[in-house]
Antibody
């Protein structure tokens, strides 16, 4: 069974750093791109970026380039999303999602359960 | 930046047909994907590559494409179809974007 299991909810202060995770199982982790998606409270979905675990090739949305870092640890089938200095506007639910086609960056057929990040002083 | 435009809301009576459009300049050249999101849940893929249905998705969900507009059609809408729906596609640089989202209300 394909599963993406994300790390738990986080409460942070502005200026702090954070790294959240997404562990894949039940499929060939190295062969499918993993995307990160933001959903601010009461708002729509925003595509942040995508990484290919096979070679760590990464693409960012222009809106998120330089604001976050996407990485992967292939031996432990885990992708990461990290911030070096959080802002209150980073408060949102963050989802990871697996591309539906092997080797291709395309739509997502499996999603993690989401990680709620709250940034407040 | 690249944008995909959807109507904010669609209302439909049970058993009727709901059509949700998604417009974007590059849609004629890139595949579109459609997701359903119910409150408190992660999105779920309902259509991929314009018109293909993942296993487990009811046949009442279908997708079509015409030029720079793609359409998600829900035939014989049921109460359980009430949700937010998002289209997704890529721009020419290979980065993806979601549509603005459509709330489907079953009357």
């Amino acid at each position: 069974e394909v599963q993406l299991v994300q790390s738990g909810a986080e409460v942070k202060k502005p200026g702090e750093s954070l790294k959240i995770s997404c562990k894949g199982s039940g499929y060939s982790f190295s062969s499918y791109w993993i995307a990160w998606v933001r959903q601010m409270p009461g708002r729509g979905l925003e595509w942040m970026g995508i990484i290919y675990p096979g070679d760590s090739d990464t693409r960012y949305s222009p809106s998120f380039q330089g604001q976050v870092t996407i990485s992967v640890d292939k031996p432990i089938n885990t992708a990461y999303l990290q911030w070096s200095s959080l802002k209150a506007s980073d408060t949102a639910m963050y989802y990871c999602a697996k591309s539906s086609s092997v080797g291709a960056a395309d739509g997502a057929d499996y999603w993690g359960q989401g990680t709620l990040v709250t940034v407040s002083s | 930046s690249y944008e995909l435009t959807q109507p904010p809301s669609v209302s439909v009576s049970p058993g009727q047909t709901a059509r949700i459009t998604c417009s974007g300049d590059a849609l004629a050249k890139q595949y579109t994907y459609w997701y359903q999101q119910k409150p408190g849940q992660a999105p779920a893929l309902v259509i991929f590559k314009d018109s293909k249905r993942p296993s487990g998705i009811p046949e009442r969900f279908s997708g079509s494409s015409s030029g720079t507009t793609v359409t998600l059609t829900i035939s014989g809408v049921q109460a359980e179809d009430e949700a937010d729906y998002y289209c997704q596609s890529a721009d020419i640089s290979g980065t993806f974007v979601f549509g603005t989202g459509t709330k489907v209300t079953v009357l």
